[in-house]
Structures are given as structure tokens and as C-alpha cells.
């Protein structure tokens, strides 16, 4: 069983920066990898990084070049470093763990706030 809460998020002006952290707990060595995805008001949720346990990064076009994905050493934390923020960027941030064999957990999500 693993659980991961998000935390980080809050307002920042266009330009700015945040840095998003998700905390993994429970059998954290079931986790293949980790995720950020983000849904705005109206929108689908999309996925913006994701990083495995091996430290393979993967970012969608639209943040790719301001935002980094990393992890801890133990793959216990993962962070979400976001550069050059635009009112675009404004969403609800989740963190998503996939685990071994085929299963999912969710955190319930912090809000990044960017304002012109």
C-alpha cells in the first residue's frame, strides 16, 4: 500500500517559480515510477513529467524546458521544480505513483496559482 501527498503549491506571479513536492509513504518500493499531471477548470487532466524509479524523465511539450522532475535518492520524494510560469500553468497538480504490478494511488492534488 502506498500513499503520496502533494505540497508546494500556492500563487505566484508570471515569471515566477514554484516548487512542488510529493512525499511517498508505505511500500514505497513497489513504485515504478512517478508523475505530476495538472487539470485546470474545464480541461482534462494531462500529464506534465514523470520520472522513474531509475531516474528516466519524461515532460510534455508545453512545460518541457521550464519545468524539472527529480527524486531523492530513497525515490521517497519526488519534486517538481517549475521555471517561467505563465497564467497557463494555473491547475490543480497531482502526484501519481504507479506501482508494481498494475495499480495506481493518487494524491489529492495542491493548487499552483499564476497570476499576470
Known amino acids: 500500500q502506498v500513499q503520496v501527498v502533494e505540497s508546494g503549491g500556492g500563487l505566484v506571479q508570471a515569471g515566477g517559480s514554484l516548487r512542488l513536492s510529493c512525499a511517498a509513504s508505505?511500500?514505497?518500493?513497489?513504485?515504478?515510477?512517478i508523475g505530476w499531471f495538472r487539470q485546470a477548470p474545464g480541461n482534462q487532466r494531462e500529464l506534465v513529467a514523470v520520472?522513474?524509479?531509475?531516474?528516466?524523465?519524461n515532460y510534455a511539450d508545453s512545460v518541457k524546458g521550464r519545468f524539472t522532475i527529480s527524486r531523492d535518492n530513497a525515490y521517497k520524494t519526488v519534486w517538481l521544480q517549475m521555471d517561467s510560469l505563465t497564467p497557463e500553468d494555473t491547475a490543480v497538480y497531482y502526484c501519481?505513483?504507479?506501482?508494481?504490478?498494475?495499480?495506481?494511488?493518487w494524491g489529492q492534488g495542491t493548487q499552483v496559482t499564476v497570476s499576470s
Open positions: 501519481k505513483a504507479d506501482l508494481l504490478p498494475s495499480r495506481s494511488s
Open positions: 520520472i522513474s524509479r531509475s531516474g528516466t524523465t
Open positions: 508505505g511500500k514505497t518500493i513497489s513504485i515504478r515510477s
